[in-house]
Nanobody, 125 residues
Framework: QVQFVESGGGLAQPGESLKLSCVTS????????MNWYRQAPGKEREIVAC????????KYVDSVKGRFTISRDNSRNTLYLQMNSLKSEDTAVYYC??????????????????WGEGTQVTVSA
């Protein structure tokens, strides 16, 4: 059974930092690209970053480039997202999932239909 457990969210002021974690189980973590997503109130879930998208690369959406860093620890089946210089528009619930590359897509598609509960990030003064 594939499971994702996200944590590390909370309340931050603009400009502050948070580090998210996603502990995974039920699949061969090291064999997959991994994605971070977020869903803001009233909006659809969007991808934020991927790692091992192709080869050993990382990729970010433009809105977080230079501020967020995705990383992984294959020995712990854990994915991370370091978020610096947070902005109010980063407020969302953050999720992770495996990634499956698609030739017509900029980012890998979600590999699994199951999702974790996510972790809430609120950026407010």
């Amino acid at each position: 059974q594939v499971q994702f457990v996200e944590s590390g969210g909370g309340l931050a002021q603009p400009g502050e930092s948070l580090k998210l974690s996603c502990v995974t189980s039920g699949f061969s973590f090291r064999a997959y690209a991994m994605n971070w997503y977020r869903q803001a109130p009233g909006k659809e879930r969007e991808i934020v970053a991927c790692i091992t998208c192709t080869d050993h690369s990382t990729k970010y959406v433009d809105s977080v480039k230079g501020r967020f860093t995705i990383s992984r620890d294959n020995s712990r089946n854990t994915l991370y997202l370091q978020m610096n210089s947070l902005k109010s528009e980063d407020t969302a619930v953050y999720y992770c999932n495996g990634g499956v590359p698609h030739p017509d897509m900029e980012f890998p598609l979600a590999a699994f239909p199951s999702w974790g509960e996510g972790t809430q990030v609120t950026v407010s003064a």
